[in-house]
């Protein structure tokens, strides 16, 4: 059977089971390009809003450098306050620009698939480390697929660059005359063009592998009858089993149905069709209850342990169909059809008294 649900073609979509599945497991949709350009977005952004005060405090930490250097000789005692003093001062530079991107990042891997923790795939498994599967993975279709995208990405990327450069050539001779501050202005700024048009050929490739990803993973994810079947008939059982359960719960009740007619004070039919068992304790105060009904070869049933038992049976249509459509087994009869089932019992209870219990009240009529 597991070979046979192997072989089959996978058509179906996956179910939400499935989907669940696949996501506690780690398993989404997501291109590594959309985090990439997004960290890459946020960094340019940052060096165009904030590059100057990145130069200065650079120009800062190489003056406080200098200077902190010339009043004590460096040496081993106190090279480590020197180089604490340093590492500070580079992180504190630098971490505007880290929370950025790692911001970016994270904002971007939750637009693509929400919040997810799973630890599965960070597992140590034998299997991710066993040289013949990493071939088989190398040498796949997914393989062959990733390793087209980053031949891609880079040559698109180096087009960029050389397209960009190109333009630039001509204002590569009015340097010499240019200061050293004029010349670093120039590169910053020709770095940034470069990087804003690599930005953007990398956010129409990132758009392109999201939408083959999410491809991919659907198509990877998709189901065979046979595995929906399965999985059917693990959430909601086994079709066969529950028609079995129900039939056998049927049975249980009509059996506990049928028990309750010896005790009922009239059964009301139709009188082919339809039987209405009805009990009332006078002691209780409570409106008449229905004990059993039934239809066909159920209320012949009704009947026949009525006879055994000596209940009356009274023959009353409008009644026992009002009965059986409005009021269900172990109910109290609703108000409007209180008389109506009072004379039923008021003429039952008269002809118990007069002819003794149950003798001559069998198939009697009584029409409203």
Request: contains cysteine.
């Amino acid at each position: 059977m597991a070979e046979q649900n192997k072989d089959q073609e996978k058509t179906e979509r996956a179910s939400p089971k499935k989907r669940e599945k696949a996501k506690k497991k780690g398993q989404v949709a997501k291109s590594r390009e959309v985090a990439s350009v997004a960290v890459l977005s946020a960094c340019l952004a940052f060096f165009w809003f904030g590059s100057f005060a990145m130069v200065a405090k650079m120009m800062a930490l190489t003056r406080w450098l200098i200077t902190e250097s010339s009043r004590f000789n460096v040496d081993y005692n106190n090279i480590q306050s020197l180089s604490s003093g340093i590492v500070y001062k580079i992180f504190a530079m630098l971490s505007p620009l880290l929370l950025s991107a790692f911001s970016m990042a994270l904002l971007a891997n939750y637009a693509q698939v929400g919040f997810v923790f799973s630890s599965e795939s960070v597992k140590p498994k034998l299997s991710k480390i066993d040289p013949i599967k990493g071939l088989q993975k190398l040498f796949s279709i997914k393989g062959l697929v990733e390793l087209v995208k980053n031949i891609f990405k880079i040559s698109l990327i180096g087009f960029v660059v050389y397209v960009t450069m190109k333009g630039e050539i001509e204002n590569f001779i009015p340097l010499m005359d240019q200061s050293v501050w004029g010349i670093l202005i120039y590169i910053g700024e020709a770095a940034f063009k470069i990087i804003l048009r690599v930005c953007l050929a990398l956010i129409i490739l990132a758009v392109l592998d999201y939408i083959y990803q999410k491809w991919e993973f659907e198509k990877e994810l998709k189901m065979s009858k046979q595995e929906v079947k399965d999985e059917f008939k693990q959430t909601e059982g086994d079709p066969i089993v529950k028609a079995r359960i129900k039939h056998l719960q049927r049975d249980a009740a009509r059996k506990r149905m049928m028990a309750s007619v010896p005790g009922a004070d009239v059964v009301i039919t139709n009188p082919t069709h339809l039987a209405v068992a009805l009990c009332y304790d006078q002691a209780s105060g409570s409106a008449p209850k229905v004990v059993a009904k039934g239809a066909g070869f159920i209320a012949e049933n009704i009947k026949d342990v009525a006879r055994e038992n000596n209940v009356p049976i009274v023959d009353n249509k409008p009644l026992a169909r009002l009965l059986y459509n409005n009021v269900d087994v172990d109910e109290m009869i609703p108000v409007n059809l209180y008389r109506a089932v009072a004379e039923v019992l008021a003429f039952v209870y008269n002809m118990k008294s007069s002819r003794g219990r149950g003798s001559g009240i069998r198939g009697q009529r009584l029409e409203d």
